[in-house]
């Protein structure tokens, strides 16, 4: 049972990344799942997750209208589409697999029942 984190990089302001989370040995349908971000020396923060089915979607404020999440039932996979990105969203960005809730938009990290590595985003001229 793994998550696998990737596409983070060295991006320009303004620039774009797609991050992905690819499940193995498990159905990623099944889960919830969200991403979080962690500055250096601070909490974990949500960033976006969608709830079991795609039936809604959770952005935290400063990405919205930025970031888009999306899932790919074949591939196993949720997409986490990152436009028009800022010094500020510079961080390590990690995804989650929740199974106990349908919705994700109040699920706290400690909810997740598993995690990916991080993936580092740096976003600088």
């Known amino acids: 049972v793994q998550l696998q984190a990737s596409g983070g990089g060295l991006v320009q302001p303004g620039g774009s990344l797609r991050l992905s989370c690819a499940a193995s040995g498990f159905t990623l349908e099944d889960f919830a799942v969200g991403w979080f971000r962690q500055y250096p020396g601070k909490d974990l923060e949500k960033v976006s997750c969608?709830?079991?089915?795609?039936?809604?979607?959770f952005y935290e404020d400063s990405v919205k209208g930025r970031f888009t999440i999306s899932r790919d039932g074949p591939k196993n996979t949720v997409y986490l589409q990152m436009n028009s990105l800022k010094a500020e969203d510079t961080a390590v960005y990690y995804c989650a697999a929740d199974l106990g809730n349908f919705f994700c938009e109040g699920t706290l990290e400690g909810e997740y029942d598993y995690w990916g590595q991080g993936t580092q985003v740096t976003v600088s001229s």
């Open positions: 969608i709830s079991r089915s795609d039936t809604s979607t």
